[in-house]
């Protein structure tokens, strides 16, 4: 029996929410995860290093086990649910690609910065030669004014992504940025629109209506919260809300919602709020896969991780920057000597 889905969600907890517990995921969590979500109906679970493949270094941070073996673990629970890996090109490597698809990985979702699709384009080919479905998505997409987003993500289509996805990696958007660049995007493209979004300033969920109401027909939630930063758009919340708005996911409420309570809960070492920091990301417009980093430098340094967050902003710091967290840290200490 086919299950119908007016829109298809991703479950990205097994790789965004990998940033908040420092990539420390373990093969029994991971497969208990995958193997409930898959029983809740979730068509898509990611699964990575939160940085995606190839991520576990000292400049992104150690995995507690390699990602190919939680991938493997998630493909053999997950029954009918497809597992999706990130790649981020310049860390990830067409070599750790295959090495997924091998283990039954059904999609790749290639990210870069939303001014920098260009660099895509050999994962996406590689991708679909795999026989792989594929998302291009690009990240920090506040950074860039709508006519460059579309312009970009007219070359993630081109490159042969399935679908393309504006993430709001900071969790800076409004609504209304939201809606006038999914507007623009489907506009201007033939392939589905996702949206992936961060709760920093409370409006993933609002962020994430605005975002369907223009027509994304691919959205991103992670349950329990656990993403990066305050985390994405709720997955069991979400699942509430469009069954209000008879919009059908094929997930099961009760569920996904045990899930949440019972599998993940216990998983989170402190729990998912918009804490002071996590407020700053979405303020400064900050990548929310810095936050442990920045509290981190702040800690040695002794000084706040907001300033340090606030100057990161300023300087428009993107991902694969990391190291520049520390060299802020110790400058804004230097300058208070
Ligand atoms: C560092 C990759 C990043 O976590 C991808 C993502 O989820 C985002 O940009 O929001
Ligand atoms: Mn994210």
Redesign the pocket.
Known sequence: MTTERDLLITE?AL??GS?AIAHQYTVEQVAKVAKALGEAGVPYIEVSH???LG?SSLQ?GLSHTNEMELIEAAVSVSGDSKIAV?V?PGIGTVHELKEAAKLGVKMARI?THVTEADVAAQHLSKAKELGLETVG?L??SHMAPVDKLVEQAKLMESYGADAVYM???AGALLPHQVKERVRALRQNLQVDVGF?G?NNLSLAMANTLAAIEEGAKRI?GSIRCL??GAG?TQTEVLIAVLEHMGIRTGIDLYKIMDVAEEVIAPILQVPQEITRDNLVLGYAGV???FLLHAQRAAKRFNIDSRDVLIELGKRKVV?GQEDMIVDVAAELAKQRN
């Open positions: 990205v790789r965004d940033h939160g940085d995606g991520g992104y990130l981020l990210g998505f990240m920090m993430f709001d990696s992936h961060h991103d993403g990066a994405n990548y929310s896969s991902g």
